[in-house]
């Protein structure tokens, strides 16, 4: 399998059949093997049931469940733990980023090096939010950016693609999410942000509150500020091998000396 599509929800019964649609527009023409790996987050709503009604018709689909909320780093993490690909893209679930977008991301991935690994991260180029969002949004990234350096116009967004392997080497926090790309360039990764698509809600609300969620943010901030400065990557030598003739022969165990 080459990429699993993670997405974690809550309370986004109504989001689930289109979004599994435009994915699988998306992606079957294009000839790459994946899976869609649903998390739900602890809804009270029919998320769940309304997942299990299409995975009878698409043997793509899986569902992993939380018992209770423990928020969208966590269903993110559960999602890559339970992924089968060595690739993961996440969408958000409430339908704006565009799955359409995948395929070209795709595309950049496959021809990347395996070392250093790369993160891709979409940039909502054409925010569809509030003015309120959106301005929250500019302060988060400008103070962001100044602080850790890590060059990224847009770490919300939630369409990314990377290496799941990356991604589980990374130092685990709750809101771990928004901080991805200076994570990965802590472990000596390399960030690429490419523009993508960025559309309205259409159904649903939102979970997230706008200003609590830029002091949050902040407040983070501080932590992955210290990841960065306590940590050592050390830089490996080329194992060495001891040529076959030069290493001591195993007598048999009847052999007498």
Known sequence: MDLSIVIPVKDEAGNIAPLVGEIVAALDPSGVDYEIVYVDDGSVDATAAEI??????????RLVRHAGTCGQSAAIRSGVKAARAAWIATLDGDGQNDPADIPALWQIAR????????LIAGHRARRQDSWTKRRASKIANAVRRAMLHDDTPDTGCGLKLFPRALFLDLPYFDHMHRFLPALVLREGGIV???PVNHRPRERGASKYG??????????????????????????????????EATRPQKLPADSVL
């Open 192 to 194: 690429r942000s490419l």
């Open 210 to 243: 706008t200003w609590d969620r830029l002091w949050v943010g902040i407040s983070d901030l501080f932590g992955v500020l210290w990841l960065r400065r306590r940590h050592s990557r050390p830089a490996m030598l080329e194992e060495r091998h001891e040529p």
């Open 111 to 118: 021809a990347a090096p395996a070392d250093p690994p790369l």
């Open 52 to 61: 299990a009604r299409l995975q009878a018709s698409n043997l793509r689909l």
